[in-house]
């Protein structure tokens, strides 16, 4: 690949923002440090042992706003949850909790949270992360709680992981689990829920292949253009589209566009670099058909054994791309050649199939770029500012691990030996 020029402050700041001043606390010129950290995150519970869990966990998207320089939307996924004994099963740490979005400002550096927007159903009860039930996205799991009991499943279960602020101050969301798209006001109140069943509200859907997702990898990002008139949706891997069997070599991944007014869906493959990662982790618009996209491993940057090789930022463009969508919607998508997209595994499959995926460029890589190490194992947020000023958020799991044995552990960060925090770094990038 013919990689991008690329040009990093490294100094204390990066760039400056010029924005309309609408609050005495936003300077008319806005200056980023190269990375702010969450202030003072609360704390959950406590387990038995002494692990504290933090309402951390923000890092799984974030969203500028357009009108306060200084301020950041960010937002949650499910809970903080652990791997249990049984095949299939989750411990959940604390089955109450509701999904959310922080509006965190930047202050001196640090992220200090301002408000939680709590998400809801459409008649404003909260949301919750637990499992959906069979034939509303379920994600295969079987869920108990820290006691051992189990934990029935939830049509308000949400795995949130993309998120973009529409212009009028509502807010689309993406999960993992079914996949859902969901649009909810300022206040988090569901306006409508999407998805491939029918089983959200307002009736619409997307296209039915899209329930073939893997589990817990499903729409990992959402991208609106600029325009407010199209949301555009990245499936974190490739989906078990028809098996887990059959596409076990598979690098193609789906980016599905959504016209917010009609309806309307569009199609694109996209390739992973290698199968080897866990996937795209999200997607934000440059323009109209130019998005940035993060792909990664699941290790820790800096760590001295087994460190992360994998954590980097693409341009894409889907303005060459075949459009694969299946006139018929049907179960698996469009064949070609008796495969799905997916069984065509890679550049040459897709080629001989007359695809072609959406094209692809190096811009940045987070292992070698910044000015520091990259201490994550998770970069799971993109945000584009004035300025080509790219924000990385990352995804500090509560400040928890699994333990190995159906329990928590403290998630310590192997370069800095301390406890993982939600952080924004700011890159300045050349589009």
Request: aromatic share 6%; glycine share 12%; charged share 20%.
């Given at each position: 690949?013919?990689?991008?020029?690329?040009?990093?402050?490294?100094?204390?700041?990066?760039?400056?923002?010029?924005?309309?001043?609408?609050?005495?606390?936003?300077?008319?010129?806005?200056?980023?440090?190269?990375?702010?950290?969450?202030?003072?995150?609360?704390?959950?519970?406590?387990?038995?042992?002494?692990?504290?869990?933090?309402?951390?966990?923000?890092?799984?998207?974030?969203?500028?706003?357009?009108?306060?320089?200084?301020?950041?939307?960010?937002?949650?996924d499910?809970?903080?949850?652990?791997?249990?004994?049984?095949?299939?099963?989750?411990?959940?740490?604390?089955?109450?909790?509701?999904?959310?979005?922080?509006?965190?400002?930047?202050?001196?550096?640090?992220?200090?949270?301002?408000?939680t927007?709590?998400?809801?159903?459409?008649?404003?009860?909260?949301?919750?992360?637990?499992?959906?039930?069979?034939?509303?996205?379920?994600?295969?799991?079987?869920?108990?709680?820290?006691?051992?009991?189990?934990?029935?499943?939830?049509?308000?279960?949400?795995?949130?992981?993309?998120?973009?602020?529409?212009?009028?101050?509502?807010?689309?969301?993406s999960?993992?689990?079914?996949?859902?798209?969901v649009?909810?006001?300022?206040t988090?109140?569901?306006?409508?829920?999407?998805?491939?069943?029918?089983?959200?509200?307002?009736?619409?859907?997307?296209?039915?292949?899209?329930?073939?997702?893997?589990?817990?990898?499903?729409?990992?990002?959402?991208?609106?253009?600029?325009?407010?008139?199209?949301l555009?949706?990245?499936?974190?891997?490739?989906?078990?589209?028809?098996?887990?069997?059959?596409?076990?070599?598979?690098?193609?991944?789906?980016?599905l566009?959504f016209?917010i007014?009609?309806?309307?869906?569009?199609?694109?493959?996209?390739?992973?670099?290698?199968?080897?990662?866990?996937?795209?982790?999200?997607?934000?618009?440059?323009?109209?058909?130019?998005?940035?996209?993060?792909?990664?491993?699941?290790?820790?940057?800096?760590?001295?054994?087994?460190?992360?090789?994998?954590?980097?930022?693409?341009?894409?463009?889907?303005?060459?791309?075949?459009?694969?969508?299946?006139?018929?919607?049907?179960?698996?998508?469009?064949?070609?050649?008796?495969?799905?997209?997916?069984?065509?595994?890679?550049?040459?499959?897709?080629?001989?199939?007359?695809?072609?995926?959406?094209?692809?460029?190096?811009?940045?890589?987070?292992?070698?770029?910044?000015?520091?190490?990259?201490?994550?194992?998770?970069?799971?947020?993109?945000?584009?500012?004035?300025?080509?000023?790219?924000?990385?958020?990352?995804?500090?799991?509560?400040?928890?691990?699994?333990?190995?044995?159906?329990?928590?552990?403290?998630?310590?960060l192997?370069?800095?030996?301390?406890?993982?925090?939600?952080?924004?770094?700011?890159?300045?990038?050349?589009?």
């Open positions: 690949m013919k990689r991008d020029l690329l040009t990093l402050i490294t100094a204390a700041s990066i760039g400056m923002v010029s924005c309309k001043k609408n609050h005495d606390e936003t300077p008319t010129d806005f200056t980023y440090p190269a990375m702010a950290e969450v202030s003072d995150p609360s704390v959950l519970f406590t387990t038995a042992v002494g692990v504290k869990v933090y309402n951390g966990g923000f890092g799984s998207a974030v969203a500028a706003d357009p009108n306060s320089p200084d301020v950041f939307y960010m937002m949650t499910r809970g903080s949850n652990v791997a249990g004994q049984l095949a299939n099963s989750i411990i959940i740490g604390k089955p109450d909790f509701d999904p959310q979005i922080g509006k965190f400002r930047l202050k001196d550096g640090k992220l200090v949270l301002e408000q927007i709590e998400l809801k159903n459409a008649a404003g009860n909260k949301l919750n992360g637990l499992p959906n039930p069979e034939g509303m996205g379920a994600s295969g799991e079987t869920a108990y709680d820290l006691n051992g009991q189990l934990i029935a499943p939830s049509a308000d279960g949400i795995d949130s992981e993309g998120l973009v602020r529409a212009a009028d101050g509502s807010f689309w969301i999960d993992e689990y079914g996949p859902h798209i649009h909810v006001d300022a988090g109140k569901t306006i409508e829920r999407i998805n491939p069943f029918g089983t959200g509200t307002g009736g619409r859907k997307i296209p039915a292949v899209f329930a073939n997702r893997r589990a817990n990898r499903g729409m990992e990002g959402l991208a609106i253009t600029p325009d407010g008139k199209t555009v949706g990245m499936m974190q891997s490739p989906m078990y589209n028809p098996s887990k069997s059959a596409v076990a070599n598979s690098l193609v991944l789906r980016i566009t016209d007014a009609t309806g309307t869906t569009k199609q694109y493959a996209y390739l992973m670099d290698n199968i080897t990662l866990t996937g795209v982790s999200d997607i934000v618009a440059v323009n109209s058909t130019t998005f940035l996209t993060i792909e990664r491993d699941g290790l820790y940057g800096g760590a001295a054994t087994n460190p992360a090789a994998f954590k980097k930022v693409f341009k894409i463009d889907i303005s060459g791309a075949t459009d694969i969508s299946d006139a018929n919607n049907g179960a698996t998508g469009k064949l070609y050649g008796g495969k799905t997209v997916e069984e065509l595994n890679n550049a040459t499959g897709l080629s001989g199939a007359g695809i072609t995926p959406v094209s692809k460029t190096l811009v940045l890589d987070l292992l070698k770029d910044l000015p520091s190490i990259y201490p994550h194992d998770k970069a799971e947020g993109l945000a584009l500012l004035p300025g080509n000023i790219l924000v990385i958020s990352n995804d500090d799991d509560f400040g928890v691990v699994d333990n190995g044995a159906s329990g928590f552990a403290q998630k310590i192997p370069f800095t030996n301390s406890v993982d925090r939600n952080r924004l770094y700011f890159v300045k990038i050349k589009l």
